[in-house]
């Protein structure tokens, strides 16, 4: 079992780039922290409740995993433009420690404007992601991540900002199942959110917008400022409604189950307006596995036109390769059994 810990988190409205260095400080004292745990909530687990890997945003689970995701979303480009992206992205997790994690993701883009196309990588992503806080009998993970996003690793046809990118990030997960008799129809359910803010390292970047009388791409320039990343999702998990549900401690692992969700998420960049999508979809958590699909919708003008899908295979490589990925990095250096 993790430790009991209690965490007071606050965000700041980040200004200026040296203020970056406040988070990386607060990022290695609560690494120290969560290197102090004893144990990572494998596929994110906490008791009877398993928090599925969602689309919008990432989810509060630390283990060793690896996910897929073709998405095709209509969204608004940095110069006001409505496009519309189809792509690929990836996401690699490896455990160093029992609750410690280094993930690196990226992905490939085919971005349509109205009057031309274009394809290239996008950013790459390194983090290093922490378990805060896990809770077995009221089915609580709480985590934090610290990402960089390398400046210059993706391709501006396709969106990707020049500039390096600081993101801590905050994620929670809270199901019902501690609830009491009388509420009892509620205990499937459980919510999951994340709370972000992106920190671009310069205040101004080119990219490429559309010249709307050659209909070419011309470099444009562009303020940078912080984005307010927010989202949450509710699900109901479908394994309270099988007979492997007892009503105490699982007497195993709660996979084999759909759980249909619906994820609200919101990008709020400082000064403008925020961008909002909603994205009802189900997931299907096997052992070594898990398959989601899930419909993106705008919520305002500003956040595109039309429905848009997103489908995710992740897998658990714990489960799907114990040879290689058992135990934590680290512990597998140093020998520790």
Not at 191 to 197: D, F, K, P, S, Y
Not at 207 to 219: M, R
Request: charged share 15%.
């Amino acid at each position: 079992m993790v430790a009991q810990h209690n965490f007071a988190c606050a965000f700041a409205r980040y200004r200026s780039v040296p203020l970056v260095l406040n988070q990386l400080v607060a990022l290695g004292i609560a690494t120290v922290t969560v290197l102090t745990c004893s144990a990572a909530a494998a596929h994110g687990i906490a008791g009877n409740r398993l928090f599925p890997g969602t689309l919008s945003f990432d989810d509060p689970a630390v283990s060793d995993e690896f996910a897929v995701t073709p998405s095709s979303v209509n969204r608004q480009a940095a110069d006001g433009t409505a496009v519309a992206d189809h792509g690929l992205s990836w996401q690699f997790m490896r455990l160093l420690a029992p609750n410690l994690a280094a993930v690196v993701g990226s992905g490939f883009i085919h971005r349509d404007w109205p009057q031309l196309q274009r394809n290239g990588f996008d950013t790459t992503t390194v983090s290093l992601k922490g378990l805060l806080y896990e809770s077995d009998p009221h089915e609580v993970l709480l985590s934090a991540e610290m990402s960089w996003g390398i400046g210059g690793s993706g391709a501006s046809a396709v969106g990707a900002i020049e500039p390096n990118i600081f993101q801590p990030s905050f994620y929670f997960g809270k199901g019902f199942g501690d609830l009491p008799d009388r509420l009892e129809w509620l205990r499937p359910f459980a919510v999951t959110g994340e709370l972000a803010i992106e920190i671009p390292a310069v205040s101004r970047a080119t990219i490429l917008g559309v010249n709307s009388a050659s209909s070419a791409l011309i470099p444009i320039g562009y303020e940078n400022v912080p984005i307010l990343h927010w989202g949450f999702s509710i699900q109901y998990s479908t394994y309270y409604l099988t007979s492997r549900f007892t009503g105490g401690p699982p007497k195993q692992e709660p996979l084999n189950q759909l759980v249909p969700l619906v994820e609200f998420a919101f990008d709020s960049p400082r000064g403008k307006e925020t961008i909002a999508n909603i994205s009802p979809g189900v997931a299907y958590a096997a052992t070594t596995w898990q398959f989601a699909v899930e419909a993106v919708l705008p919520l305002n003008a500003v956040s595109g036109r039309g429905v848009g899908v997103r489908i995710q295979l992740l897998l658990f490589l714990d489960d799907l390769v114990p040879s290689l990925f058992g135990k934590p990095l680290l512990s597998q250096a140093r020998g520790i059994q």
